[in-house]
């Protein structure tokens, strides 16, 4: 898997930060343009978050097959003796 690099700036937040103190119009102009990015960004962590769950999902109802045929390989030990 290769890792995702993020398009938004690592300046956004002293951006953000000076918009809410000095409100600059081109402090304000950068921030609109680095919207889409922004939505990028959370449409990616949101998939990934929604593919981990799907994961997890998966890993949990492999384990629970698992500690079911352990405890029926397990009662058929213990019935053959």
């Not at 097959?65 to 405890?71: G, N, S």
Request: proline share 4%; charged share 35%; hydrophobic share 35%.
């Amino acid at each position: 898997m290769s890792r995702y690099q993020s398009k938004t700036s690592p300046e956004l937040r002293a951006a953000l930060d000076r918009w809410q103190q000095d409100r600059h119009p081109e402090d304000a102009e950068w921030l609109s343009d680095q919207i889409p990015y922004l939505l990028e960004d959370v449409a990616r962590v949101q998939a990934g978050f929604l593919a981990l769950q799907d994961k997890v999902r998966k890993l949990e109802s492999e384990m629970q097959t698992y500690r079911q045929a352990r405890i029926l390989a397990e009662f058929d030990d213990v019935n053959k003796h």
